[in-house]
């Protein structure tokens, strides 16, 4: 089974919807990731958490949010779809170190029409 | 944040070495470098990573510049599987900033 999952893996959705991408995990990270990827263009990253009560905003938080219910669950919501949050989405997971490798998820494509 | 500059492709044939340079002028001397590899499809992940000396792992070799301005990532025998886009990464916090990175087409 995989370490790191990611659900849906695909979606597409109408501006204006509120939509949930939820990522699991069983390696018993603290850290876990959320990226946007689009296309022709590396990763960059909107949310990241260290624990479960502690939440902080990327490079491109706007119009995202999450929530860490769990250690092993990490979610990401958009509020209120729009198309250019069209893009590949990916979750990822670390243990403490600040430069320890980052297990990524398979992926979410989400379209929004 | 330091930045890399990688080539934007390279090929090669199946069976022989690839070498993926990386230009990293600004690092720090806290700066890790890490690569990571995305294959098609796939979620990126990790290949390698040193601070200063040279490295190897089964995946490939890391042999990093006397004064850590420049590394390269070494592929000793490309495979069909290899075929993907390789990340070079500055590391010295959590963040991980990824460019467009090399792909790398390996021909049969």
């Known amino acids: 089974d995989a370490d790191v999952t990611q659900t849906p893996r695909n979606r597409i959705t109408k501006t204006g919807k509120r939509i949930m991408l939820e990522c699991s995990q069983t390696k018993g990270h603290d850290r876990m990731y959320w990226y946007r990827q689009d296309p022709g263009l590396g990763l960059r990253l909107i949310y990241y958490?260290?624990?479960?009560?502690?939440?902080n905003k990327g490079e491109i938080s706007d119009g995202y949010s999450v929530s860490r219910q769990a250690q092993a669950k990490f979610s990401l919501s958009l509020e209120s779809a729009i198309p250019n949050q069209t893009a590949l989405y990916f979750c990822a997971t670390s243990f403490g170190r600040s430069t320890d490798t980052q297990y990524f998820g398979p992926g979410t494509r989400l379209t929004v029409l | 944040d330091a930045k890399t500059t990688q080539p934007n492709s390279m090929e090669s044939n199946e069976e022989e070495p690839v070498h993926l340079p990386c230009n990293h002028s600004?690092?720090?001397?806290?700066?890790?470098i890490h690569w990571y590899r995305q294959l098609p499809s796939q979620g990126p992940e990790y290949v390698i990573h040193g601070l200063t000396s040279n490295v190897n792992n089964r995946m490939a070799s890391l042999a990093i510049a006397e004064d850590r301005k420049s590394s390269t990532l070494i592929l000793h025998r490309a495979t069909l599987r290899d075929a993907a886009v390789y990340y070079c990464?500055?590391?010295?916090?959590?963040?991980?900033?990824f460019g467009a990175g090399t792909t790398v087409t390996v021909r049969a």
């Open positions: 958490s260290f624990d479960v009560k502690d939440i």
């Open positions: 990464i500055l590391i010295n916090d959590y963040k991980l900033s």
């Open positions: 600004t690092i720090s001397g806290t700066d890790y």
